[in-house]
């Protein structure tokens, strides 16, 4: 059966679900979560790490570990011009795929020295896959590739171009990487933690350009990261993951003034504001994220939770409609007690 989207949609997820799996056993690592992103819309996944933000993205790329990881339920439908495709069940190593990834969509990794090939020069990386998706010949894939660098701020391109990525600073192999990534000019764009092993201006300049090459070639971005500042600069939707779930979801706006989750309350008190109090003291979520809950069947944030009552510890709430576009996965919403 063919996999139907809506025209406005890029990527619609519906109840994915990961495992890491050994013979009969079956440890989930993502919960039958499920998001959008519409055509040129921004969505973060935000969370600490182990909540399985990376591995969802991992997932839409087909780059997951397999064995042990592997899809066991759910879809993950990607449009690709008029084709719809449900990665969930494309074979990662097919041609398919391949053709898919690069082109339709692409992704920056959080350490590019890791991700570009040390033996290979900057330009050629780039031009390798322009060639490879878009069928151009050498000298005007050589040309998009010094438009791409000219786009993400590298100075001198051409001598950038022609040498090694250990040649060049953190800020500047992840201005290569971006060039990289958007050098076919994917439909969707994924961000794994791309400015956190950089200083907080390389940050933000980073940033700005990922949210203005996004915008000014209409492309859909998914950014990961822990990082509520980043949150706050780039998205214009956010769901919060905790332990493989997404627990509340919404308009940045509402997530930020009118948090409901005690996760998503407690992931923001952790963080300094301009408004706080001179010498006031943060207010850290106790205790860290779990492998598993010690009981299945409770809310797993529960032990951690400082709002937590009886139905808690008996069973996981659903996702409750605060709004029409905001939800949140916590009992006190069915008790009235936001």
């Not at 991992?58 to 042990?68: E, N």
């Not at 494309?90 to 969509?105: E, I, Q, S, Y």
């Not at 439909?187 to 949210?211: C, F, K, N, S």
Request: hydrophobic share 40%; net charge positive.
């Amino acid at each position: 059966m063919t996999p139907t989207l809506h025209e406005d949609l890029q990527l619609q997820v519906r109840d994915l679900e990961i495992a890491v799996v050994s013979g009969a056993e079956r440890k989930p690592v993502v919960k039958g979560i499920s998001f959008d992103i519409r055509r040129n819309e921004t969505v973060c996944l935000v969370g600490e790490s182990g909540c399985g933000k990376s591995v969802t993205a991992l997932a839409v790329m087909g780059l997951l570990q397999t064995p042990p990881m592997r899809i066991v339920g759910g879809e993950i439908l990607l449009r690709a011009g008029e084709e719809v495709f449900d990665l969930a069940r494309l074979d990662p190593r097919g041609r398919a795929f391949r053709r898919l990834r690069g082109a339709a969509v692409s992704m920056i990794f959080q350490e590019p020295m890791t991700s570009l090939n040390p033996v290979h020069r900057n330009g050629a990386q780039i031009v390798e896959v322009i060639r490879r998706h878009t069928g151009l010949g050498r000298r005007a894939a050589w040309q998009r590739m010094l438009e791409m660098l000219r786009l993400v701020g590298i100075p001198s391109p051409e001598v950038r171009a022609r040498q090694y990525p250990h040649e060049l600073s953190g800020g500047m192999r992840q201005r290569v990487m971006i060039a990289l990534a958007l050098a076919c000019r994917p439909g969707l764009l994924l961000a794994d933690e791309p400015t956190t092993a950089l200083d907080v201006t390389t940050q933000a300049q980073i940033l700005t350009q990922i949210r203005e090459l996004s915008r000014s070639s209409r492309t859909s971005t998914l950014f990961i990261t822990h990082d509520l500042g980043v949150v706050a600069q780039i998205a214009d939707r956010v769901h919060v993951m905790y332990l493989g779930e997404v627990v509340e979801s919404g308009p940045v706006r509402e997530i930020f003034h009118r948090p409901r989750h005690p996760y998503t309350r407690g992931l923001l008190a952790s963080v300094p504001s301009i408004e706080s109090e001179p010498f006031s003291r943060l207010t850290p979520i106790r205790g860290t994220v779990a492998d598993l809950p010690e009981n299945p069947a409770a809310c797993p944030f529960e032990p951690r939770c400082e709002s937590g009552f009886g139905l808690c510890r008996g069973r996981t709430p659903p996702l409750f409609e605060v709004s029409t576009s905001h939800r949140s996965k916590c009992w006190l919403e069915q008790e009235g007690r936001p």
